[in-house]
T-cell receptor, first 109, second 113 residues
Framework: GQNIDQPTEMTATEGAIVQINCTYQ??????LFWYQQHAGEAPTFLSY??LDGLEEKGRFSSFLSRSKGYSYLLLKELQMKDSASYLC??????????WGAGTKLIIKP | DAGITQSPRHKVTETGTPVTLRCHQT?????MYWYRQDPGHGLRLIHY???????DKGEVSDGYSVSRSKTEDFLLTLESATSSQTSVYFC????????????FGPGTRLTVT
């Protein structure tokens, strides 16, 4: 079966750094996506990794290791507005996105 | 801004009634998707389309049908709504199916009583 695992909930402090992990087992791999979803809203695209390594985009970075079936999303200089759920998704061999259940990130002042 | 709208945004319906949700895009994107999102689950694909009149089933297609008669519109129909179909439904589009990200509409909250 196909499976995406990520922690259910994490708590961090404003101004700090947090790393959200995602491990996956899928039939084929055509890229890994991270999305942000605020409560009651639609998911919005954050990042895409298809090759091993780190992709940096402002305060957010995403890392991929295909051999380990592992990715993380790194959020720096946390702000209260970063309180949201972060969704990890992998494109399988049929180019369909397989989604994790999401990690709810709580930011405390 | 992907320019996707969904209607209605909220709906309450009774068990056994048919329900149609509409997704409209302002781009000319070829790919469109319908997902449902439930607590404790990731987004689950119901049906998708790769062009006008070209649709295929996703992971949780039982009890749902779709139609795409125009590039800009993708309709999802619950043939006979059941309480297990109470969910938030998201439509998404994408310019391609490989490295292209999907953009999501605002969602429809459907309650089946």
């Amino acid at each position: 079966g196909q499976n995406i695992d990520q922690p259910t909930e994490m708590t961090a402090t404003e101004g700090a750094i947090v790393q959200i992990n995602c491990t996956y087992q899928t039939s084929g791999f055509n890229g890994l996506f991270w999305y942000q979803q605020h409560a009651g809203e639609a998911p919005t695209f954050l990042s895409y990794n298809v090759l091993d390594g780190l992709e940096e985009k402002g305060r957010f970075s995403s890392f991929l290791s295909r051999s380990k079936g592992y990715s993380y999303l790194l959020l720096k200089e946390l702000q209260m507005k970063d309180s949201a759920s972060y969704l990890c998704a992998v494109k399988d061999s049929n180019y369909q996105l397989i989604w994790g259940a999401g990690t709810k990130l709580i930011i405390k002042p | 801004d992907a320019g996707i709208t969904q209607s209605p945004r909220h709906k309450v319906t009774e068990t056994g009634t048919p329900v149609t949700l509409r997704c409209h895009q302002t781009e000319n994107h070829r790919y469109m998707y319908w997902y449902r999102q439930d607590p404790g689950h990731g987004l689950r694909l119901i049906h998708y389309s790769y062009g006008v009149k070209d649709t295929d089933k996703g992971e949780v297609s039982d009890g749902y049908s779709v139609s795409r008669s125009k590039t800009e519109d993708f309709l999802l129909t619950l043939e006979s709504a059941t309480s297990s179909q109470t969910s938030v439904y998201f439509c998404a589009n994408a310019a391609g199916d490989s490295s292209y990200e999907q953009y999501f509409g605002p969602g429809t909250r459907l309650t089946v009583t």
